[in-house]
């Protein structure tokens, strides 16, 4: 039942942006500052983003007529509503603000910390209720990734100076590659 | 190219090269195995290390190996707990778990590697024969005949995904459309980037990927919730027997015929492969009653189709840079990553490096039937480790993956995009391989199309009818071959479903 109504918005939302992606090509492709001739220049940039985009729109809109044809719009999801208010549908709703939320404190807070939050939660959202395995989890592991990419493989993650000066006497312990 | 090949043997032969195909082969197995940790997930978040590692020669090998062993881990769960771990593994379902019902899981293990082994083997050394006479064929393609057999391509590929063909085109669409924001190739003006620096060089393919395929899986993970393993998923019962091995021969040299087949046409992959084996098995069988209620041949014929299809699969990546199927396409990032660009003239210029890979694939065959026949009570075991303690690491190694592939932190943004787009498509029961080849060829299509037209000056009718018809001939026939193809596709989908019933 969800998937035919949310597959319907989905192309929906597909439609209406293609539309947009339409209507707007000329702010959103720049033109070439002195026209150049068909030698160098045997397509516009606009050609194939507008042929693609009309494919789309003629895509959605078929299948969207055939879903309405067949009934979908009028239905009315019973199910969907229950959905929203069961706990699946919030465990996912804050594992993505979590997700969103570590990706952008990715570069401010560290890997190591980062990661920490991010695979604590998610242990705690896929239903770890083991305190001793989440902490293990997700302090040994980052912390053992860091050390082998940044100490073996000589890659550098995004870490703040605190946790560099509290690694280090571990780093040094261990032999250089 | 006699040279290029012994001088491929000798770069293949490294110690190195083995540990790390051993490596990327046990790790494959125990992705494939876990219930709910697809091939294309666990090489989406391996890929940025088989770059780490530096040289090709390794890097290459160990996804290979993931791959290999991916398809066959798969066949685990689907034996022991009827829980296919991968979409390849869904016709191994039907008998493996009725032996397991049985008390003969060992059997159905065991037959499921050796089929898989025999046909993944001759499957690579079809690849690596057919190569070099395709290399030397699309060594004569120009921009035109790129550009159709890229078209064609695509569109095999949209009317093969899975579900209605409309959903496939539209992903194609979509997939294709995100290929054009970035620089335009020829002009090099901005397109879609909203005036922003980052996106100038348009959307990198590894943090894509990362987030078309492993974070709709972990978020599929959180709305499920913690699952532990069955009880079931013990390695029990008697061995195989060669005399029961020797009358499944017949059954796997015809799946391996079949999935060799199907490897070689992009879009179509191991799901249907085994498939199209099982139903073969089946149809071919004198006692055709006993499939479903298990079979041996059932199982050999389901596993040999989907592993064979992973050699050829290589022969349109190599020689003409179309991948074959979600995971080609990861592979096809690697290479680009290790600067390696498949295409008509990797053979020539790398031919030394693609030579050594595809005998590392051959040689990895055997790695895996011993790795494959030590590990198989291992992995009956983590069939039951619980998802909770695995997808918090996934989740690591898909945000650690995404950085250390080019420490540009505006891939994270892009990798969280696109988990969005590939939850909302998963939910809405999309199928995002389209879109990822759409990506992919898109802008190729777009670039060979642009030169065509410039080749063909301003008499293009006489251009396409008399200098180039074998690039007319490909497009006119392209939706034909859609047409037809999908028309056959979605009857044998209808059979399938059938036979599975049965």
Same mark, same amino acid.
């Given at each position: 039942?969800?998937?035919?109504?949310?597959?319907?918005?989905?192309?929906?939302?597909?439609?209406?942006?293609?539309?947009?992606?339409?209507?707007?090509?000329?702010?959103?492709?720049?033109?070439?500052?002195?026209?150049?001739?068909?030698?160098?220049?045997?397509?516009?940039?606009?050609?194939?983003?507008?042929?693609?985009?009309?494919?789309?729109?003629?895509?959605?809109?078929?299948?969207?007529?055939?879903?309405?044809?067949?009934?979908?719009?009028?239905?009315?999801?019973?199910?969907?509503?229950?959905?929203?208010?069961?706990?699946?549908?919030?465990?996912?709703?804050?594992?993505?603000?979590i997700t969103?939320t570590c990706a952008?404190l990715l570069n401010r807070l560290g890997f190591i910390t980062t990661m920490f939050l991010l695979m604590t939660s998610t242990s705690v959202?896929?239903?770890n209720?083991?305190?001793v395995q989440i902490l293990c989890i997700s302090i040994l592991v980052p912390v053992s990734f860091y050390i082998v990419v940044t100490h073996v493989l000589?890659t550098a993650l995004p870490e703040v100076?605190v946790v560099q000066?509290i690694l280090?006497?571990v780093t040094?312990?261990l032999?250089?590659? | 190219?006699?040279?290029?090949?012994?001088?491929?043997?000798?770069?293949?032969?490294?110690?190195?090269?083995?540990?790390?195909?051993?490596?990327?082969?046990?790790?494959?197995?125990?992705?494939?195995?876990?219930?709910?940790?697809?091939? *294309?997930?666990?090489?989406?978040i391996?890929?940025p290390i088989?770059?780490?590692?530096?040289?090709?020669?390794?890097?290459?090998?160990?996804?290979?190996?993931?791959?290999?062993?991916?398809?066959?881990?798969?066949?685990?769960?689907?034996?022991?707990?009827?829980?296919?771990?991968?979409?390849?593994?869904?016709?191994?379902?039907?008998?493996?778990?009725?032996?397991?019902?049985?008390?003969?899981?060992?059997?159905?293990?065991?037959?499921?590697?050796?089929? *898989?082994?025999?046909?993944?083997?001759?499957?690579?050394?079809?690849?690596?024969?057919?190569?070099?006479?395709?290399?030397?064929?699309?060594?004569?393609?120009?921009?035109?005949?790129?550009?159709?057999?890229?078209?064609?391509?695509?569109?095999?590929?949209?009317?093969?995904?899975?579900?209605?063909?409309?959903?496939?085109?539209?992903?194609?669409?979509?997939?294709?459309?995100?290929?054009?924001?970035?620089?335009?190739?020829? *002009?090099?003006?901005?397109?879609?980037?909203?005036?922003?620096?980052?996106?100038?060089?348009?959307?990198?393919?590894?943090?894509?990927?990362?987030?078309?395929?492993?974070?709709?899986?972990i978020?599929?993970?959180?709305?499920?919730?913690?699952?532990?393993?069955?009880?079931?998923?013990?390695?029990?019962?008697?061995?195989?027997?060669?005399?029961?091995?020797?009358?499944?021969?017949?059954?796997?040299?015809?799946?391996?015929?079949?999935?060799?087949?199907?490897?070689?046409?992009?879009?179509?992959?191991?799901?249907?492969?085994?498939?199209?084996?099982?139903?073969?098995?089946?149809?071919?069988?004198?006692?055709?009653?006993?499939?479903?209620?298990?079979?041996?041949?059932?199982?050999?014929?389901?596993?040999?189709?989907?592993?064979?299809?992973?050699?050829?699969?290589?022969?349109?990546?190599?020689?003409?840079?179309?991948?074959?199927?979600?995971?080609?396409?990861?592979?096809?990032?690697?290479?680009?990553?290790?600067?390696?660009?498949?295409?008509?003239?990797?053979?020539?210029?790398?031919?030394?490096?693609?030579?050594?890979?595809?005998?590392?694939?051959?040689?990895?065959?055997?790695?895996?039937?011993?790795?494959?026949?030590?590990?198989?009570?291992?992995?009956?075991?983590?069939?039951?480790?619980?998802?909770?303690l695995l997808i918090p690491v996934t989740i690591m190694l898909a945000f650690s993956g995404t950085y250390l592939?080019? *420490?540009?932190?505006?891939?994270i943004?892009?990798?969280?995009?696109?988990?969005?787009?590939?939850?909302?498509?998963?939910?809405?029961?999309?199928?995002?391989?389209?879109?990822?080849?759409?990506?992919?060829?898109?802008?190729?299509?777009?670039?060979?199309?642009?030169?065509?037209?410039?080749?063909?000056?301003?008499?293009?009718?006489?251009?396409?009818?008399?200098?180039?018809?074998?690039?007319?001939?490909?497009?006119?026939?392209?939706?034909?071959?859609?047409?037809?193809?999908?028309?056959?596709?979605?009857?044998?989908?209808?059979?399938?479903?059938?036979?599975?019933?049965?």
């Open positions: 039942m969800i998937p035919r109504q949310t597959d319907i918005r989905f192309t929906g939302i597909v439609f209406i942006l293609a539309v947009l992606a339409l209507l707007f090509s000329s702010q959103l492709i720049v033109d070439p500052p002195i026209p150049l001739t068909t030698d160098l220049l045997a397509m516009s940039p606009r050609v194939f983003p507008f042929l693609i985009l009309l494919g789309m729109v003629l895509v959605a809109l078929i299948f969207l007529l055939c879903e309405a044809r067949l009934g979908a719009f009028k239905t009315i999801n019973s199910m969907e509503k229950d959905y929203r208010t069961s706990r699946n549908f919030w465990r996912q709703i804050v594992f993505l603000i969103i952008l959202l896929v239903g209720r083991s305190l000589r100076d000066r280090m006497p040094q312990l032999p250089s590659f | 190219m006699i040279e290029t090949l012994l001088a491929g043997l000798d770069a293949a032969l490294r110690i190195d090269t083995f540990v790390w195909i051993s490596g990327g082969l046990l790790l494959g197995m125990l992705m494939g195995s876990l219930p709910g940790f697809t091939t *294309s997930m666990g090489m989406s391996l890929v088989s770059f780490l590692v530096g040289d090709p020669l390794i890097g290459i090998p160990f996804l290979i190996g993931v791959y290999k062993g991916g398809i066959y881990g798969g066949s685990v769960p689907a034996i022991l707990i009827s829980m296919p771990g991968t979409g390849a593994s869904i016709a191994t379902v039907f008998d493996g778990h009725e032996l397991t019902k049985k008390g003969q899981p060992r059997k159905a293990l065991e037959m499921g590697l050796y089929a *898989s082994v025999i046909s993944d083997l001759f499957s690579d050394v079809f690849t690596l024969v057919m190569i070099i006479p395709v290399a030397a064929i699309v060594l004569g393609f120009g921009p035109p005949e790129i550009a159709s057999v890229m078209f064609l391509s695509l569109v095999i590929i949209a009317v093969t995904s899975m579900g209605p063909v409309v959903k496939g085109l539209l992903m194609l669409c979509l997939g294709i459309w995100f290929g054009f924001v970035g620089a335009d190739p020829f *002009s090099g003006m901005p397109r879609y980037t909203f005036g922003t620096n980052e996106l100038y060089d348009g959307f990198h393919l590894i943090p894509m990927l990362i987030g078309l395929f492993a974070l709709p899986e978020f599929n993970a959180v709305k499920e919730g913690d699952i532990s393993g069955s009880s079931v998923g013990r390695f029990v019962g008697e061995r195989l027997r060669l005399d029961e091995l020797k009358k499944s021969l017949r059954t796997i040299c015809r799946s391996t015929v079949i999935g060799t087949g199907v490897g070689l046409i992009p879009g179509l992959g191991q799901p249907i492969a085994a498939m199209m084996g099982y139903i073969a098995a089946k149809n071919a069988s004198k006692h055709p009653e006993t499939f479903g209620k298990g079979e041996l041949d059932g199982v050999a014929g389901a596993e040999a189709a989907n592993n064979a299809v992973n050699g050829p699969t290589m022969v349109p990546l190599l020689t003409l840079g179309i991948p074959g199927d979600a995971v080609t396409a990861l592979l096809l990032g690697a290479f680009m990553m290790q600067g390696l660009r498949p295409g008509p003239t990797l053979l020539e210029t790398n031919g030394e490096i693609v030579f050594a890979i595809l005998i590392a694939m051959v040689i990895a065959n055997f790695l895996f039937l011993v790795l494959g026949y030590i590990s198989i009570p291992l992995f009956a075991r983590v069939v039951t480790i619980k998802r909770s592939a080019r *420490s540009n932190p505006f891939d943004v892009t990798l969280i995009g696109f988990g969005l787009v590939g939850i909302a498509a998963r939910s809405a029961k999309f199928d995002v391989a389209p879109m990822v080849m759409g990506f992919i060829l898109g802008r190729e299509l777009e670039y060979t199309f642009g030169q065509t037209l410039a080749l063909a000056g301003t008499d293009w009718v006489r251009f396409a009818l008399t200098e180039r018809i074998g690039m007319t001939a490909v497009v006119l026939a392209t939706p034909i071959v859609g047409v037809l193809l999908g028309v056959r596709m979605s009857k044998f989908r209808q059979r399938a479903l059938k036979g599975g019933q049965a």
